[in-house]
């Protein structure tokens, strides 16, 4: 396995390398200093199974690092490393695609255990955010992270049909269908059709 820390402190590098490296059997670790590192040597050591990047360090820019991974690099897991756990930069990082959310107030055996479970294809957040309440928004902030073809998927969805009627009403593949779904799933932050209904029901999303 490979795995990218990125922080600009060479010391949370440095405490952090120990625990990544238990991931898995035969983990290589690179390290970056910056987003424009961590692009660079994600795609250098390709292919990388995980990028973790430092929320606040040099390039990231808020969330659009992570939103700028996801698109150059969709198929590494991103976790997010942060001081700041609060509800409201958890939901923000999961909705925007993280896999991972960690605070730096982790314990390195719990840290290696939520790296582990990002790793296997699950995703992670700490029990502060899950016990707090999920931000809400409205259906035009959470529909525009969506494309045409994925929100007519999601409308095709609310009438409960299958994959299969889906491919046939839009004329595409079964396949095809699949993957829209899965990047609805990984954009709106949840894990099923029922969950995405929920969420876009609950920001008042009916078209």
């Known amino acids: 396995m490979r795995i990218v820390i990125a922080d600009d402190h060479a010391m949370v590098r440095e405490g952090l390398r120990p625990f990544v490296e238990n991931v898995a059997p035969e983990t290589t670790v690179f390290e970056a200093a910056s987003f424009e590192d961590a692009l660079a040597a994600v795609h250098a050591h390709r292919p990388v199974n995980m990028v973790i990047l430092d929320l606040r360090m040099p390039g990231m820019n808020g969330f659009e690092g992570l939103t700028d991974m996801r698109r150059v690099h ?7 490393l942060s001081a700041f756990a609060d509800p409201e930069h958890v939901f923000e990082a999961m909705n925007r695609g993280a896999d991972g959310f960690i605070p730096k107030h982790l314990s390195g055996a719990a840290m290696t255990s939520a790296l582990r479970l990002v790793a296997s294809g699950e995703r992670f957040m700490p029990s502060s955010a ?7 928004r409205s259906a035009g902030d959470i529909t525009t992270r969506l494309t045409r073809r994925e929100q007519d998927i999601v409308r095709l969805l609310r009438e409960g049909l299958p994959n299969k009627v889906i491919a046939a009403r839009l004329d595409v593949s079964e396949v095809t269908v699949k993957s829209h779904l899965g990047n609805v ?6 894990h099923n059709r029922l969950q995405a209904m929920r969420m876009l029901m609950d920001n008042g999303w009916t078209t």
Request: net charge positive; glycine share 10%.
């Open 74 to 80: 969709p198929h590494t897991r991103c976790v997010i």
């Open 130 to 136: 899950l016990n707090g309440t999920a931000p809400r």
């Open 185 to 190: 799933f990984r954009k709106l932050g949840v």
